[in-house]
């Protein structure tokens, strides 16, 4: 186990694979796709083994390692994320930290790129700054009860369907893939995630006006691209965001203008 | 025990705990004797809080709302992406809603008795009382807790106990509850109260007149190394079960806060008692970088066995039941599957030690579906485990609906950490610990669905209650960086980390990290013995000197450079897993999720030695080259009557 690089144990299966990634210093500076080879991956690493493997091998060549991000590596914590093959997350519907190599072959050519949105600003190779969704949230995807002033949680049934159904919105991980994917740049599936999780709950209610139009203008605010409602963001969604949400939170925005609501400038 | 390791100091104690009046009275007691900062004085002082999971987000949010000024520090890009967001299986209370006899009262001794009598009473027991009014919170925030049809929270049973008081959002409790407290956070930070750091690493802690009044942080993107000062600061960083490098903590999770701040001065409490999880996915191969955790709700209805005779390689559906031992039900009827964390660990490295374990290596056991899909059918199977099926499915390429999941289990959670008084204060004034980095309530063995109760617990209602006391004193006299101590602090973390860049060998962080990680699992694990720790800590020695000679970090400090990143935390690493393997080895009773080879029962359980180890072992950092000393808290049982853990 010690200081071992690349995979010892799968022996005969490992694949030898190109990758081109992306490398680009800072943001001051242009980046370009470089290749990379690595030897003998096991078909049962993660994605971001293989990643770890390569930067090994740069960092005992004395090369500067490919920066990206990643964190819990179990598909949760919404960190990682890169465009694989021009696909965000890759191949599959999960996160690049929960792709794993069984996905591709030997011999396989692969592009590794970060997400591309002018919102999301490259950090260093393949890192990208994403608090342009905490922004978002800021605007409104919170409901306000400080800290001891909740009454008893009982005291408010919610019907199963819609708890389930704030659940189903409330997975997402913010990882904006949708964003990434999306060929005008939209942030719309993260908003409406959020939108759709509060708005579903009786304590998102007081809120729910001010909510919806105060995220939307932010988002705008951001250099979001505007929703055509093409799909590629539930697509892409690693936790299987549905497109309903953005119907939602259209129907919402719709009825808050009219109703008076107006974002705080 | 040989002078050298460690020398004994005087004893500590918690001194703040009103024990003059009953326990269950005691948290209200404290907070009324508690001196309070008025709301205009509030708006003077500034708070420092590092980390943003359950602790520091819910802490860093409810002390913005109350009038002070916080600056908040965390590592990634967002606060929502601390670890917390993978707790998966839930968070108790003692609503006693199933109406199944829960109370405060068995909450509180559940939790002693589960953490193997080595935590404090008041501590816990101020724990279940706050565990009711944090479901109340997190549902008016809108988590979104599983529901009954009548529109009522769900429970789940967990290990460890005999109720259901354990609430739950899916397999994904974690994300959700943190999710609350990041946006209470974001709310914070959009009102002007909560300053904003991402991206940025605490290195040192600066202490002024002996208060802790600031911190030296990194900022990750520009390599900057600044101070920043305040009035008090709060460490919410987590615990340190990367030590073992393979862990079920995310890969940035560190003990590099913690750490530096012990180094300061903050005693650091029980280092040696970690939590092995006996449900997390096995180790494949040598490029493995974490593991896995599968939630621990899963015993609930998956059966754990092995195959009777060693050698049996069959397809697990093709081994009949008679062939099965189901040794968790045959050893512990009383609580099956469901026995605490620590006790279905050992037990599964008893059947592997037999040669009875499965998967490659022999290094895992069974957990099979088979009966509860029969009993429930597969949907209400999904629909209670769908995301963990899927997780489990992604990572192995198998599918847990038509095979037994294998499991092993795998270093999750730490009990130790900073030593904290009741107010959750460290030795050093000023400075309050929160979280899984202290080592407050969970003694030897933290029961499941137990530390998310806890990291809210301290952010949302305790913390902010027992901070004014020591703020009340405040405002305390402004310092800047040119206060000789903000110099020689910010000097020191440059220096340190020109270090590390200048020394040019041949072996990387992750090298060193890995090699210190094997040799922690094997000898400071699931069992340990004087021999292995006395060979653990002379072999760490020698990883320590070849990392400062032999360390290759390409870059500078100057930009974005994760390598460096890691590289300082393995330092950190390094020197801990040797107080833990001092800890372990002076430790010479098994308790929790310690295991003495050298104590246990005839059947193999832990064996506890209350006449000579009923005590927090807090231990003092030395300058190089001195042992650390021990100083211990006498752990005294008022209400919790000291027995031998039996769940048979």
């Known amino acids: 186990m010690q200081s071992s690089v690349g995979n010892t144990d799968a022996g005969k299966r490992g694949m030898n694979l190109t990758l081109r990634i992306w490398r680009q210093k800072d943001p001051s500076v242009k980046g370009k796709m470089v290749s990379y080879k690595v030897t003998d991956i096991s078909p049962d690493m993660s994605f971001l083994e293989m990643l770890d493997v390569l930067n090994e091998q740069l960092i005992m060549q004395g090369d500067d390692p490919v920066a990206f991000d990643h964190d819990c590596r179990e598909g949760i914590c919404g960190m990682c994320g890169v465009m694989i093959n021009g696909e965000a997350h890759g191949p599959q519907q999960t996160t690049t930290c929960q792709l794993h190599m069984r996905s591709f072959k030997d011999g396989d050519k692969i592009d590794i790129e970060p997400w591309r949105a002018s919102p999301f600003p490259v950090i260093k190779d393949l890192a990208v700054d994403r608090r342009a969704f905490d922004r978002i949230i800021q605007a409104g995807g919170y409901i306000s009860v400080p800290t001891g002033t909740a009454p008893e949680a009982h005291a408010t049934p919610v019907p199963k369907k819609d708890s389930d159904a704030a659940f189903d919105a409330a997975t997402c991980i913010g990882c904006g893939a949708c964003v990434a994917a999306c060929p005008n740049a939209s942030s719309m599936l993260f908003t409406a995630a959020k939108v759709t999780h509060l708005g579903l709950l009786p304590q998102g209610q007081p809120e729910r006006d001010d909510r919806v139009v105060n995220m939307v203008a932010q988002q705008d605010r951001e250099g979001f691209g505007g929703c055509t409602n093409i799909g590629e963001c539930s697509h892409a969604c690693p936790k299987g965001i549905s497109m309903e949400t953005i119907s939602r939170l259209n129907h919402d925005l719709l009825g808050a203008l009219r109703a008076g609501a107006r974002p705080k400038s | ?648």
């Not at chain 2, 940035?252 to 530096?260: D, F, H, L, P, V």
């Not at chain 2, 021990?630 to 049982?637: A, F, G, P, R, S």
Request: negative net charge.
């Open chain 2, 1 to 648: 025990m040989p002078l050298e390791l460690f020398t004994t100091g005087e004893p500590i104690a918690d001194t703040k705990a009103p024990t003059d009046v009953p326990i269950g009275e005691r948290w209200s007691e404290r907070r009324f004797r508690g001196r309070l900062v008025n709301p205009a004085n509030r708006r003077k002082m500034t708070i420092i809080v590092v980390g943003t999971g359950l602790a520091g987000g819910s802490a860093a949010a409810t002390l913005g709302e109350a009038g002070y000024k916080v600056k908040s520090f965390w590592y990634q890009d967002s606060p929502r992406r601390a670890h917390s967001v993978a707790a998966q299986g839930g968070i108790n209370a003692a609503k006693n809603y199933r109406n199944d006899g829960d109370s405060v009262h068995r909450l509180f001794y559940d939790t002693v008795k589960g953490g193997d009598f080595r935590s404090r009473e008041n501590n816990v027991h101020r724990l279940a009382e706050v565990s009711v009014s944090i479901i109340d919170q997190c549902v008016a925030q809108g988590v979104p807790f599983a529901r009954e049809y009548g529109g009522l929270l769900d429970n789940r049973s967990f290990g460890g106990t005999q109720v259901s008081r354990t609430f739950y959002a899916r397999g994904q409790t974690g994300q959700q509850l943190l999710y609350g407290a990041y946006q209470a956070l974001e709310r914070q930070i959009a009102a002007g109260s909560v300053e904003q750091h991402a991206r940025t690493e605490m290195l040192d802690l600066i202490i002024v007149d002996g208060r802790a009044r600031g911190i030296v942080a990194r900022d990750l993107v520009s390599g900057e190394i600044s101070t920043h000062f305040a009035d008090a600061v709060v460490l919410a960083t987590g615990g340190y079960g990367n030590v073992f490098y393979l862990s079920t903590n995310a890969k940035g999770s560190n003990a590099t806060a913690i750490w530096r701040a012990h180094k300061k001065g903050a005693y650091f409490a029980n280092p040696c008692y970690t939590q092995i999880h006996p449900t997390c996915i096995p180790v494949k191969g040598d490029y493995q970088s974490k593991l896995t955790l599968m939630s621990e709700s899963l015993r609930n209805d998956g059966r754990v066995w092995v195959p009777k005779e060693r050698g049996d390689d069959r397809d697990p559906r093709e081994i009949p039941e008679g062939d099965r031992d189901y040794y968790l039900e045959r050893l512990y009827p009383a609580f099956g599957n469901l026995v605490p964390r620590d006790i279905a660990s050992r037990q599964a490295k008893n059947v592997c030690d037999e040669g009875r374990g499965v998967g490659p290596g022999g290094l895992g056991v069974y957990l099979d579906f088979a009966e509860a899909i029969e009993r429930l059918g597969r949907p209400a199977v999904e629909a209670k485990y769908g995301n963990l099926f899927d997780m489990y499915a992604q990572i192995t390429g198998e599918d847990p609906y038509q095979v037994p999941m294998r499991i092993y289990p795998a270093v999750h959670y730490t009990m130790g950490g900073l030593w904290v008084d009741y107010d959750l204060q460290s030795t050093i004034p000023g400075m309050f610990v929160i979280g899984e980095a202290n080592f407050s309530d969970h003694g030897a063995n933290r029961l499941g669905a137990s530390a998310l109760m806890q990291g809210l617990a301290d952010g949302y209602f305790v913390l902010p209650a027992t901070m004014t006391e020591y703020l009340a004193d405040g405002p305390f006299e402004k310092v800047d960086d040119s206060h000789p101590a903000a110099v020689e602090a910010l000097r020191g973390v440059q220096e340190q980390t020109q270090k590390l860049l200048n020394i040019n060998g041949t072996r990387t962080p992750a090298s060193f990290h890995r090699e210190l990680g094997q040799l922690m699992w094997d000898l400071c694990g699931m069992e340990r013995t004087d021999e292995g720790l006395r060979k653990a800590i002379d072999r760490i020695r020698e990883i320590r000197q070849e990392f400062w000679s032999n360390l290759k970090v390409t870059g500078d400090w100057h930009s974005f450079n994760q390598t460096l990143e890691h590289a300082g935390r393995v330092a950190d690493f390094i020197e801990l897993g040797e107080l833990m393997c001092i800890d372990a080895l002076h430790r010479r009773e098994s308790c929790g999720g310690h295991f003495r080879a050298e104590s246990q029962t005839p059947e193999g359980e832990a064996l506890r030695d209350d006449e000579n180890f009923a005590y927090v072992a807090a231990w003092e950092w030395r300058p190089e080259g001195e042992p650390p000393v021990l100083h211990k808290e006498n752990l005294e049982y008022e209400y919790v009557h000291l027995a031998q853990r039996s769940y048979k």
